[in-house]
């Protein structure tokens, strides 16, 4: 008490000056409308700058949970796209053309670990055997394909993708007129550029055309985007094309990817696994 006495009677003329500075100003804001509306407008404007600033840090804390999210609605609207289902009737019908299957099922995953600057380069996702994950299944982002599943674990699994040596994904050129089928190679140079190999060069190509997936394999949908042609020039001594794509997905931030599963995959490879062996 001894010292609280000792602080007011040591500060008695700042605390007079402070109090008389607060009723003064609460005066003038009080009794005169300018001021008042000013000093209300400036309340508001901080009031709304620290809940942008709250909305900001929420909606950063969010952002894994809105990317899983927007996932799922992905998957929800490609599982209806009737070029990623299978056709069981052709027939003319006054009230639906066709009547599709769905062929394609998709699980969400996220890369956790990723090499682009190797001769072979893997991608670790965080799903494995026991969301259902399988080696041979189909990976791609929502910008083009990613790779093949490789190996897998119980939690996790690890893609062999497109820029490695021996990836050998079908795919076709989409021209004016037909699709020429080719494989999808990587010389292990730049990360952005692929290869097609074994177009014969009887057909002009030309550059900028699409490069989509075949679906032929059964791994992936036909129609997924790979890229575009962005260089061709005929391979000397061979009846073919050196093709350089450009590949529509970055693999160098990719984050986000999708596992397919072809629920027909098993029917195709028991059907084709019945193909008599060519007599030597």
Same mark, same amino acid.
């Given at each position: 008490?001894?010292?609280?006495?000792a602080f007011?009677?040591?500060?008695?003329i700042?605390?007079?000056?402070?109090?008389?500075q607060?009723l003064?100003?609460?005066?003038?804001v009080t009794?005169?409308?300018?001021?008042?509306?000013q000093?209300l407008?400036?309340n508001?404007?901080?009031?709304?700058?620290v809940?942008?600033?709250?909305h900001?840090?929420?909606?950063h804390f969010?952002?894994s949970k809105?990317?899983t999210?927007?996932q799922?609605?992905?998957?929800?609207w490609r599982?209806?796209?009737?070029?990623f289902?299978?056709?069981l009737s052709?027939g003319?019908?006054?009230i639906n053309? =066709?009547i599709?299957?769905?062929?394609? %099922?998709?699980i969400?995953? +996220?890369?956790?670990?990723?090499s682009?600057?190797r /001769?072979n380069?893997?991608?670790?996702?965080?799903?494995?055997s026991a969301?259902?994950?399988?080696?041979g299944m189909?990976?791609f982002c929502?910008?083009?394909v990613?790779?093949i599943i490789?190996?897998?674990?119980q939690h996790y699994?690890l893609v062999?993708t497109?820029?490695t040596?021996?990836i050998?994904i079908?795919?076709s050129?989409?021209?004016k007129?037909t699709?020429l089928?080719g494989l999808l190679?990587?010389?292990g140079r730049?990360?952005r550029?692929g290869?097609?190999?074994?177009?014969?060069?009887d057909?002009r190509?030309?550059?900028w055309?699409?490069?989509?997936t075949?679906?032929g394999s059964?791994?992936?949908?036909?129609?997924?985007?790979?890229g575009k042609?962005?260089? =061709?020039?005929?391979i000397?001594?061979? %009846?073919?094309?050196k093709? +350089?794509i450009?590949f529509s997905?970055?693999y160098r /931030?990719?984050?986000?990817?999708?596992?397919?599963?072809?629920?027909?995959l098993a029917?195709?490879?028991?059907?084709?696994?019945?193909?008599?062996e060519d007599?030597?």
């Open positions: 008490m001894r010292n609280l006495i007011l009677q040591r500060f008695r700042f605390l007079v000056f402070a109090i008389l607060i003064a100003l609460s005066w003038y009794y005169l409308s300018f001021p008042r509306n000093f407008t400036t508001n404007n901080i009031a709304i700058k809940l942008e600033w709250e900001d840090l929420t909606k969010n952002l809105n990317n999210d927007l799922w609605e992905n998957i929800y599982k209806r796209q009737p070029q289902m299978y056709q052709r003319k019908v006054k053309d =066709t599709y299957e769905q062929q394609y %099922a998709y969400p995953a +996220e890369v956790i670990n990723s682009v600057n /001769r380069n893997y991608f670790t996702l965080n799903v494995g969301q259902g994950i399988k080696r189909g990976v929502q910008q083009g990613v790779g490789h190996y897998v674990s699994s062999k497109v820029l040596k021996d050998n079908d795919v050129i989409h021209m007129k699709d089928p190679k990587w010389d730049d990360p550029y290869m097609i190999t074994g177009i014969n060069n057909l190509i030309k550059k055309s699409k490069v989509e075949r679906g059964g791994i992936f949908p036909k129609g997924l985007p790979v042609v962005s260089f =061709t020039e005929p000397e001594g061979q %009846a073919l094309w093709v +350089e450009r997905a970055d /931030r990719l984050q986000r990817v999708y596992i397919i599963k072809n629920l027909h029917e195709q490879t028991a059907l084709e696994d019945r193909i008599p007599d030597e």
